[in-house]
């Protein structure tokens, strides 16, 4: 069974930087895509930026393109998300997901696609 543990969140004043981390076990990932996903309060939750695990193309939304950056640790089956120049629009519970099919990211991903999320972890920016 797929699980998924995020940490990293806090509280950051305007222009600083977080590093989510996302460890991830109990499934096969070579064909699985991997999400980061926000949701502040009273939205809906909004897809952040995503790759399929054995590509090297990573798909970003574009409100962070440019500031944030996806990477990953293939041994151990953990993502991250490095957050810079951060702005308090960035305020939100942030999750990590898996799409247990590869799917090219042509279109933005949608987050009833995926399948397994992790529990949260909440980022304030500060202004």
């Known amino acids: 069974q797929v699980q998924l543990v995020e940490s990293g969140g806090g509280l950051v004043q305007a222009g600083g930087s977080l590093r989510l981390s996302c460890a991830a076990s109990?499934?096969?990932?070579?064909?699985?895509?991997m999400g980061w996903f926000r949701q502040a309060p009273g939205k809906e939750r909004e897809f952040v930026g995503a790759?399929?695990?054995?590509?090297?193309?990573?798909y970003y939304a574009g409100s962070v393109k440019g500031r944030f950056t996806i990477s990953r640790d293939n041994a151990e089956n953990t993502v991250y998300l490095q957050m810079n120049s951060l702005k308090p629009e960035d305020t939100a519970i942030y999750y990590c997901?898996?799409?247990?099919?590869?799917?090219?990211?042509?279109?933005?991903?949608?987050?009833?696609?995926?399948?397994?999320w992790g529990q949260g972890t909440q980022v304030t920016v500060s202004s």
């Open positions: 997901a898996v799409r247990r099919t590869l799917r090219p990211l042509t279109n933005t991903p949608k987050a009833t696609e995926y399948d397994h």
């Open positions: 109990g499934g096969t990932f070579n064909n699985y895509q």
């Open positions: 790759f399929n695990w054995g590509s090297s193309l990573t």
